[in-house]
């Protein structure tokens, strides 16, 4: 399968909004988690998270849209305009026909859902907003994305866990090498930070309860790991098959080259142990791209900062690459700024891209004492990298494994 080109990115996210600000607090090492102040969290066992405050000050969004939909959908029609602005796209002249949408998420928009159910068992029917049908469910900013520009093309919303939006990224690239589609706007949105989103990411039991100091919480391959911490936001791209890109005279960022993806099947919830499952999703991505692993120089690790996940990802990591893997850098940069979910695996990519781009590879904080002492982890602070082709991998509950490989241009 031929590489896709990325031509735009946009980036909604607790480490900034828009390309240029989330990749200087990125390069920075900085991290954004805090206690949550949003709502009184103080009596969940986690309450801490990487949030957004000035999404408003972005926003092109009408005051009597943002009635009708989720924060998720915010989200995702700021980063969906922030991707078109970057590729140099005027949507008014593409034929709507032929532009598609690839979203994932994980759990929807539950400020919306849980702020409506509770006006009805307090009012009664004629207390529940007309639009709350239509703003909670997982596939709403798809809808709102394709209602706002008037895109009619085919399009898809994943729903994976933390694997949706690596996984809508290789969806896209694959329909788009079908020649179905001249562009898409592909990748993913999560809303976490309400009360109820927070209830069932607490009840997954996976979450660092280190409340006390929240920027040193989320400690993915560190000794003292207690589990990943959530956050919110949106990373959209625009997908184009190259020679289209190269007609217009876009700006290519980087391909998309090789996608992988399998299941565990051992666990409703975890992960097998030994890793083979995603070494085999790693491999497929490798071949799909027509690489080598020695090809690989950068690896965006998965990380959530518990111990079997953490643990069988560097087993699968290390049945593909073998002794090399010591010599390929690897890093956790969402340790900056939480666990978006279903969105993670796209700002994930749009780090790697940006990584390749500027030859510096980004840290993973609180990396004190890793685990494992032969891996290259990329620690603390960035480091300096010429590389062209990077791995991406992202996994979601039940064994899900998901990994994408990205080239410089």
Known sequence: ME???VTGIGVVSPSGI???QFWANIKSGRSFIKKITRFDASKYPAHIAGQIDDLEKYSHISERLLKKIDAFSHMALVASELALQDAGIDIKNEDPNLVGIF?????????????????????????VSPY???????????????????IKGFSKTVVSDRASSLMALGYARKVLYKNKLNMILAGGMEAPVTPYALLCC????ALSTRNEDPQAAYRPFDQGRSGFVIGEGSGIVVLENIQRARKRGANILGFISGYGTSCDGVDRINPASDGKELARAINMALNDAKINPEDIGYISLDG??????????IKALEIVFGTGLKNIPVSCPKSMFGNLLGASGALDMIIALLSLEY???PPTLNLDTPVLKDINYVAKQARECKASKALIISRGRGGINSALVVEKP
């Open 3 to 5: 590489k896709i080109a």
């Open 132 to 150: 709350m049908a239509s703003a909670w469910f997982p596939a709403a900013p798809q809808g709102q994305v394709s209602i706002y520009y008037g």
């Open 304 to 313: 959530l900062a518990v111990d079997l996940w953490d643990n069988s990802e």
């Open 359 to 361: 030859n510096l590879i």
């Open 202 to 205: 607490n009840t997954y039991g």
């Open 103 to 127: 979203l994932g998420n994980a759990i929807g928009g539950w400020l919306y859902a849980e702020t409506e159910l509770r006006d009805l068992y307090l009012e009664g029917r004629e207390g």
């Open 18 to 20: 828009g390309k240029r």
